[in-house]
Nanobody, 120 residues
């Protein structure tokens, strides 16, 4: 069994900052990549940022220069540092974990989501 737990969402004013955290635990053989998706009301879920086991990163254009994804391998934890937040960043943010389990099953596991609201 694999667990993916997020934390760090909340309400912030435009221009402010937040840090999201996501920790995986359980029957993990290897972590292939971890990332953050978001879904705003009435919109499709989109990939915001991702970091692979080799350290390669991806950012959607709308967050480049404002968001940074990082990881702590010892803690199986990934962070999303969000700066200069805008109202259009308001969404539920989901952590994704591309894992291979101890039974050698590779699959995508998801957190429960954390709300980020950017508003004055």
């Amino acid at each position: 069994q694999v667990h993916v737990v997020e934390s760090g969402g909340g309400l912030v004013q435009p221009g402010g900052s937040l840090r999201l955290s996501c920790t995986t635990s359980g029957s993990i053989f290897t972590i292939n990549a971890m990332g953050w998706y978001r879904q705003a009301p009435g919109k499709q879920r989109e990939l915001v940022a991702q970091i692979t086991s080799g350290g390669s990163t991806f950012y959607v254009d709308s967050v480049k220069g404002r968001f940074t994804i990082s990881r702590d391998n010892a803690k199986n934890t990934v962070y999303l540092h969000m700066n200069t937040l805008k109202p259009e960043d308001t969404a539920v943010y989901y952590c994704s974990a591309d894992l291979t389990t101890t039974t050698l099953r590779r699959d995508m596991f998801w957190g429960q989501g954390t709300q980020v609201t950017v508003s004055s």
